[in-house]
């Protein structure tokens, strides 16, 4: 059998009133690149926080990394990745001040800092950046930079919230590159997006309306089930019909 | 862990653009500037003298007030009307009205017969400066006459001279009492207030979000911030005593060990405080807002600037709840009349007992995981 590093039973968060997250289910495999589509406001963000131990779900039970989400967050925490929506590096450090803070944080020791440091930056080829200030550097370097140091600790899991919102298509092109290889070695990597060509590289996507998982299988699947010539066109209609319907 | 978590608090304070500069330029102006501004002595009574004597006598009581070195004479030969004048557009804090047969009742033999001819008017817009004006009029005057009186029976009437003897700060100097004051405002300010904005700017910025996801432990995180804060607070303290003393030679005359003990227990109390507000406010306006509210409380009321002992009871009774009272009090109690510890155990007890309870909420509403 498949190894399960996400597994998700009947997840619901509400807001008050409101339901973000309305009884979803799924399980992600080992190395998995798992994409979680979605309308903004469709509930995927609060979803993710919760497989990232930083918020409770309302009901529900559910597993990452074999942790449990509703009582395990911190050990969640020890062996997940995560790159929020909003750039979240220390600007005022620099490049390889993030990596020894955030290499320091997960328990590494100041050699094996080092060595991360010098293998990710030239797998990056940000070398000459070392000594930069991230505050200064390009958007697109960043969001490199960033992942980099999502996976500074081997995490199982890496969440990636939106990563590459506001860069240029070739700079993208090149952070799935990243991401393809990373997942060649093992890590599951469960990303949000909006960019539909992005969907197109994934192994498998769910769409999300509403707070409901409404489709959900690899894209070749999802096109012809509904009958669409690309990824755009299933999103359209998915998302869509969930608007009609309110 | 902790390691790297300070390390990258210490990089981040030292490269602020605005904050090494500040905790070097505290100390100096605590120390040279505030102690003169926050003054509270009476000088410089502007004053005003009306002379229809004429005679020998009124002008050696002129003499003598002007020499007292409490006012600045503004006039020594005025007009009753251009005096009350002046009085009336606030340019003069006193009138000093020596009437026609002030000799003659210094030489009157039936000795203090009737009123003295001397009037004194005070300008008491300023309660304070006005009542302690017209003290020093009253001491003046009397001091004069009972020195001049060639009556016998005041002559024979027996004499209090009293002396008293100031414990402490025998020169009444101001500024000596109020240097620990000030360093008290200081700290709380430096501790208080920024490790607050530090948090709020790291919710602001995002990057709170990325410790949060990470193992680290809610409370290592604190106590990891509040490092270099602590740090700047022991480095003012000891700054601010050791221009004191080679400035004005004040030397503290209590226990270095004290110092440290109480600066360190306000800190607690003060960075919980921050900690708290922090938690509770999502941006930096929010949080700036609040701290302003509370630190005008905390100034006003902890007895740096007025005595605690002239509020009212209720006013009393709010100061209770003041850290900064505490802190102050032992303060001055330990800088001023050498106590230490044993002597002041019931502010170290209330500033921990507050300390504890501020700590205590501040790190269980702290939320990692929502």
Known sequence: ?246 | MWKYLVKKEFKQFLRDPGMPGMVLMFPFLIILVFPFATNMEIRNVRLVMVDNDHSDRSHLLMEKCASSGWFEVLDVNAAPESAQALMDRGRTDAILTIDNGFSQYLEDTRGGGGSVPVGIKVNTVNGTRGSIAGQYLNTCVTGFISDNMVSSSAAAMPGFDVSGSYRFNPYLDYKLYMIPGLIVIAITMMCGFLPALNIVSEKEKGTIEQINVTPVKKTAFIACKMVPYVAVAYFMVFTCLLLAYLVFGYSCRGSYFAIIVYTLAHILVMASFGLLVSNFSENTQQAMFVIWFFSMIFMLMSGVFTPIESMPQWAKTITYANPLRYFADAMRAIFLKGCGIRETWPDLACLLGIGSLTMTWAVLSYKKTA
């Open chain 1, 1 to 246: 059998m498949e190894e399960k590093t996400v597994m998700i039973r009947n997840l619901v968060k509400k807001f008050g009133s409101f339901t973000a997250v309305d009884n979803i289910s799924f399980e992600v495999s080992r190395g998995e690149i798992f994409g979680f589509l979605g309308a903004n406001g469709a509930g995927k963000t609060t979803a993710m926080r919760i497989l990232c131990g930083l918020s409770k779900p309302t009901s529900g039970e559910g597993t990452v990394a074999g942790f449990s989400i509703n009582s395990e967050q911190e050990q969640i925490k020890r062996h997940i990745g995560y790159m929020s929506q909003k750039f979240s590096l220390y600007p005022d450090l620099k490049v390889w001040e993030n990596f020894e803070l955030f290499g320091g944080i997960y328990g590494l020791n100041d050699k094996e800092i080092r060595i991360k440091t010098d293998s990710m930056l030239k797998a990056l080829s940000l070398e000459d950046a070392r000594n930069m200030y991230v505050r200064d550097m390009p958007l697109g370097w960043k969001q490199k930079l960033a992942f980099s140091i999502a996976m500074v600790h081997d995490p199982e899991i890496v969440f990636l919230d939106e990563p590459t919102g506001g860069v240029d298509p070739v700079t993208r092109r090149n952070f799935w590159e990243t991401i393809y290889d990373a997942a060649s070695k093992g890590v599951t990597v469960f990303v949000t997006t909006h960019y539909m060509d992005e969907a197109e590289y994934c192994d498998r996507v769910s769409i999300m309306v509403d707070g409901r998982i409404e489709a959900l299988g690899s894209p070749a699947e999802l096109k012809e089930a509904y009958g669409a010539a690309d990824m755009d066109g299933v999103f359209t209609r998915i998302a869509g019909r969930g608007a009609a319907g309110q």
